[in-house]
């Protein structure tokens, strides 16, 4: 027999989206309420509040023989992605390039490929687009010079000039290219961990994460998406770094869904990202759990994160696979399969049946964050005559 839990706290990281901690907070509750009619239990989502800084809301769910409230602290930075999104287009361009420069000579495109070369691909795309679309405006401003007319340039340039504005931005704007450029110009600085605008937001999620830690519960999961696993492992890193006797005596469950610590960790620049994710792996009683899905390109599927850290004595995290489609009835991951980036957010949004994850389980739900779960083996209402069935789970 088990206990359910009744008190959480949740620290939770998103990824790199153009998005505030209202629009996260509305987006937890939709998918909460639409999880909650798939799995049968109740859920009642309160409003955002802000108090010393932090930004964070209550949940309760609850069913026959179970009742959890968790407290939910977000850790957005939204004001990270719009300062590099706000920049005019073609600087955003330029210190795009300059963060790809950066990634290859800090040896980052041998590494991608090495360990997933899917990622590989992913970080080279919205590159080859760009330089795709450039070549293409050059080839038009210089057909008279290949055509032997050199007066011609009078069209030849503004029509090179239309196509970079009405052909290039668009068709880019629909794969989100200046978004993902802006993505690894975030990742080059959080391997670096020199610019001031990110080290100031790293001290006030600091600040934000003792605070949740200085909270009674049952368990403190530190939840963190994609770009947002690299920025959860500084935070907490810097938690055990200052004051180890914040979490000395808690179940700690730290959790990467989809995480891209490797994105920044193999730059030779990270020295202290990999400190800090040694660090989270040493430290007792607190958990590593990373959640994976083999159609997932934006993560490092299989890795040995803490060993590729190099960390091959510590204690390995463990690894949790899903697959999206057996979340999704076949119509939606029809639509959605092509789209890599909507499959990547999958991990932090409802799924349309009962599937071995779900995001909301996880942060409000009775079972335990550090005991991997197939969620759709479990009783609901009767709860404490159901002991936790461990997924089959990977040690790196």
């Not at 991951?333 to 994850?357: A, C, E, N, P």
Request: aromatic share 12%.
């Amino acid at each position: 027999m088990i206990e359910p839990v009744k008190r959480r706290v949740v620290i939770h990281f998103p990824g790199f989206e153009r998005m505030d901690a209202q629009a996260h907070q509305r987006r937890f509750k939709r998918s909460a309420q639409r999880s909650a009619e798939v799995w049968g239990f109740s859920t009642a989502i309160e409003p955002l509040s802000e108090a010393h800084g932090a930004t964070h809301f209550s949940a309760v769910s609850e069913a026959q023989g179970w009742r959890t409230t968790s407290t939910i602290y977000l850790c957005d930075h939204n004001s990270l992605v719009e300062k590099l999104s706000d920049k005019p287009t073609f600087q955003r361009i330029l210190t795009g390039f300059a963060s790809f420069g950066s990634v290859v000579g800090q040896g980052g495109l041998t590494a991608y490929f090495r360990h997933a070369w899917r990622f590989g691909l992913f970080f080279l795309f919205p590159f080859l687009l760009m330089s795709l679309g450039f070549a293409a405006s050059l080839a038009i401003a210089s057909l008279p010079l290949w055509l032997g007319f050199l007066w011609h340039y009078f069209w030849s340039l503004p029509l090179a000039w239309a196509f970079y504005r009405c052909v290039l931005l668009p068709f880019s704007d629909r794969y989100l290219t200046l978004h993902l450029l802006a993505d690894w110009e975030l990742a080059a600085a959080a391997a670096r961990v020199d610019d001031p605008h990110l080290s100031r937001w790293l001290e006030r999620q600091y600040g934000t994460v003792i605070e949740a830690l200085g909270e009674p519960a049952d368990e403190y999961v530190v939840s963190s998406h994609s770009m947002g696993a690299t920025l959860a492992a500084h935070v907490l890193g810097m938690v055990l770094e200052r004051k180890p006797a914040a979490v000395a005596g808690k179940r700690v469950v730290f959790i990467t869904l989809g995480g891209a610590i490797l994105q920044c960790a193999l730059l030779k620049s990270a020295s202290r990202l990999r400190q800090r994710v040694g660090a989270i792996a040493r430290a007792p009683g607190v958990s590593f759990l990373e959640v994976q899905c083999v159609t997932d390109v934006i993560h490092f599927y299989k890795s040995a994160v803490v060993s590729m850290c190099g960390h091959h004595d510590a204690p390995q995290a463990e690894l949790m696979f899903i697959r999206v489609k057996h979340l999704l009835i076949p119509e939606h991951y029809r639509r959605i399969k092509r789209d890599f980036l909507r499959v990547h957010r999958q991990y932090v949004v409802h799924g349309d049946v009962r599937g071995s994850f779900d995001f909301t389980l996880l942060t409000t739900g009775p079972f335990s964050a550090d005991l991997t779960t197939d969620y759709s083996k479990r009783d609901f209402d009767g709860f404490a005559d159901a002991p936790p069935r461990r997924t089959v789970v990977t040690r790196q």
